[in-house]
């Protein structure tokens, strides 16, 4: 069955028009009752008073009828007989008007009848007329005797009609009262049934309408209040006020979502701040922070009242591990530095990570112990950081370099501070790891220099002045010269000759490592064709190079261009450079070797020695650390070693190289254990390419004269 529900603008119309008709209704009955109260107050008025009186006029009329006939009689001259009889006949004309208007009153409706009036008026008047007909005679005057007594049964006929119409008229009256009266009452009852209606028709207003806005009204006031979860009344409603509460159910929804998004704004923003100035891994302030209690703490040393030094801490060899072991181990190494840090220095320090494995702590104290409180903190970091790490199975061993700048003695602003303790953390590095430095005014200078030198070296570069040497490499079994080493060497006019482990390392920190292999390794190429078919060449390639997909192919064009031979040319990769992207290497030498390249394994026994990348990659040679071999001449351990690996490669079937070679009996021990190659002063120093000519030459003859 459907059921049909009304809209609140239906039942407001319905309402409306329900409280309308009431008050028509009322009207209409009043109108109604008040217009039967008026016909019969009419009634009165037009017939029953008005025939009460023309009856009173016509018993006057009557009564003067008999004055004027009475005078006819009693004229002494013929004009006062003629004159009473002309009044007389005017007052009989109006009595007959009179009787007529009489009847014209009521009409064929009920009235007081005039039947005895009419036959004791006929009476009268035809007595009257008989005696006018006579002479005045005795006869005629005994006759008015009876003529008046005629004229008095008239006259109480009249009279009689006039009670008899006062009896009806009070008759429609008390009838007239009664209307009224029972007007009165319907119209009472009509209007209290309408109040009683009009009573209903407000409380369901104010059920169905009223009160629900109120409902929904006091919701809104407890949302608009900050009450979010408030139940919604009149929700389960079709109408108007139901749209309007699911509405605010759907604002009050909002409301709660948009609160929660403010809390999560609000815990976002909060975190923000937190993280703004606190390092996420270890709890530890970061830079900005760092820089800010940097900045009050000079204030108080421009006071006079303190003094301050800053000590950069950054981590020895710390980016291997983090290789090798995972990052999420690598965090768990930076958290127990932090930790350690947090021990070694005192409570007052500000110990902050600068980001990546960078530390620093920042001290403030009196002006004339600062220098030897921070020389105690730097060497209890170093020390704490020395002891062994062990999370989990896993054992590691680290150092750092530390770097100390000291206000007001250094510096009085932020920057000048930071810039100084790096200064002094890059000294303490290159001067050995494990130990911590002051600044000074000189490791400025040669901080300029050194950016002198990254200038001039990218000029270098981009000139090609940075030349080709070689080192030759000799078989040691049958003392031919197997090929040569390219060594790069760069002599620089003003600040002369530039040692390979300084511009070397300093192209791979400025970005142009890659154009200075490049350079150098087609100058090379097109140099060495003049050897002939058996020389070969050897190239190193740096580990970020080998990051490179495009390595390859564009070592292999290269070659193309300068048309040398890919089988006459070895490629160096030290173990370091296999560690950050494994995929990418073995593509990268799969691809060379594909194509006729060798690959070697340099400074074997430096790094890890890891016996994974043996297996992993297949190399044609491994080199042998010169480390190993120099030490042969006078530490027979490290003879043992090298031993060692030569018994291991040569069960892999890997060629041997040894680099270092500088004494006929380390050569001879190398050759009896199996070493295949041999590279090292003893067979000559990196050379240019005449003098390495020359050296070939006379290597061939030598041969040929044996």
């Known amino acids: 069955m459907t059921s049909f529900r009304f809209s609140l603008q239906a039942q407001l119309a319905l309402f409306i028009g329900a409280f309308l008709a009431i008050v028509l209704g009322l009207a209409l009955l009043s109108t109604l009752s008040l217009r039967a109260v008026d016909a ?22 009557v009564s003067e009828f008999r004055i004027a006939e009475t005078y006819r009689g009693l004229a002494e001259t013929e004009e006062d007989r003629i004159a009473a009889e002309r009044r007389a006949a005017e007052h009989r004309r109006i009595i007959d008007e009179l009787r007529r208007d009489y009847l014209s009153l009521f009409g064929a409706g009920p009235r007081p009848s005039l039947t005895k009036f ?21 006869a005629a005057i005994k006759d008015v005797t009876a003529l008046h007594q005629l004229y008095r049964a008239a006259d109480e006929a009249v009279d009689a009609a006039i009670d008899e119409l006062k009896w009806s008229a009070r008759a429609e009256a008390e009838t007239a009262a009664r209307v009224t009266e029972g007007a009165l009452k319907t119209t009472l009852l009509a209007s209290a049934l309408a109040l009683a209606l009009a009573a209903w028709l407000l409380f369901r207003v104010k059920e169905r309408i009223t009160r629900p806005l109120a ?36 604002f009050r929804a909002n409301a709660q979502a948009l609160e929660r998004a403010h809390e999560a704004t609000r815990a976002a923003q909060e975190h923000a701040q937190i993280l703004a100035r606190q390092d996420s891994l270890t709890g530890l302030p970061n830079r900005r922070m760092l820089v800010a209690d940097l900045h009050a703490a000079i204030e108080r040393v421009e006071d006079g009242a303190t003094a301050c030094a ?32 947090r021990h070694a220095s005192r409570k007052s320090d500000v110990v902050a990570r600068l980001g990546g494995d960078e530390f620093a702590i920042l001290m403030e104290m009196t002006p004339a112990t600062h220098m030897d409180q921070a020389m105690r903190v730097a060497g209890r970091a170093l020390s704490a950081i020395a ?9 590691v061993e680290l150092s750092a370099s530390i770097g100390v700048s000291l206000c007001p003695e250094n510096g009085l602003d932020v920057s000048t501070l930071l810039r100084a303790a790096d200064i002094a953390m890059y000294h303490a590095k290159r001067d050995g790891r494990g130990r911590f430095r002051f600044f000074e005014q000189s490791m400025d200078e040669d901080l300029r220099r050194r950016a002198e030198l ?16 070689y080192q030759p490499l000799v078989d040691l079994r049958d003392n031919r010269v197997y090929g040569f080493e390219v060594l790069s060497r760069w002599t620089h006019d003003k600040l002369g000759s530039i040692p390979p482990d300084v511009f070397i390392p300093l192209a791979e920190q400025i970005g142009v490592i890659a154009e200075l292999t490049w350079s150098v390794v087609r100058r090379a190429c097109r140099e060495a064709l003049q050897w002939g078919a058996q020389v070969r060449l050897s190239v190193n390639v740096s580990p970020m190079q080998l990051k490179d997909p495009l390595l390859a192919s564009r070592l292999l064009s290269t070659l193309e261009e300068e048309r040398f031979p890919p089988s006459r040319l070895d490629v160096e990769i030290t173990e370091s450079a296999l560690i950050d992207d494994v995929d990418t290497a073995r593509a990268t030498l799969a691809a060379l070797q594909a194509e006729g390249v060798r690959i070697s394994l340099d400074d074997f026994g430096a790094g890890y020695s890891s016996l994974y990348h043996l297996r992993a990659f297949h190399f044609d040679k491994v080199k042998i650390d010169r480390s190993f071999v120099l030490a042969m001449q006078h530490d027979e351990e490290a003879g043992r070693i090298v031993d060692a690996i030569l018994s291991l490669l040569k069960h892999l079937g890997v060629t041997t190289v040894a680099e270092g070679v500088e004494t006929v009996e380390v050569l001879r021990r190398l050759a009896e254990n199996g070493c295949e190659i041999g590279q090292g002063f003893y067979f000559g120093k990196a050379m240019t390419i005449g003098d390495a000519s020359k050296l070939l030459r006379r290597r061939r003859a030598d041969r040929r004269v044996a």
């Open 118 to 138: 009419d036959e004791a008026l006929a009476a009268y008047l035809a007595g009257h007329d008989a005696w006018i007909a006579r002479a005045p005679d005795a």
């Open 40 to 61: 019969k107050t009419d009634a009165l008025a037009s017939k029953w008073i008005d025939g009460t009186r023309i009856l009173g006029e016509l018993s006057d009329r």
């Open 215 to 250: 409902a929904i009204t006091a919701a809104f006031t407890e949302l608009a209040s900050g009450k979010h979860y408030v139940e919604v009344p009149e929700i389960g409603r079709d109408d108007e006020i139901g749209v309007m509460a699911k509405s605010l159910d759907v």
């Open 454 to 469: 990254e200038s001039a070296l990218k000029k270098a570069v981009a000139a090609g002045d940075i030349r080709p040497y």
């Open 387 to 395: 002891e062994p790490i062990e999370i989990g199975e896993r054992r």
């Open 310 to 341: 800053l000590l950069f801490v950054d981590l020895d060899r710390f980016k291997p591990i983090n290789d090798l072991e995972g990052h999420r181990f690598g965090d768990a190494v930076l958290c127990e530095i932090a930790r350690r840090l």
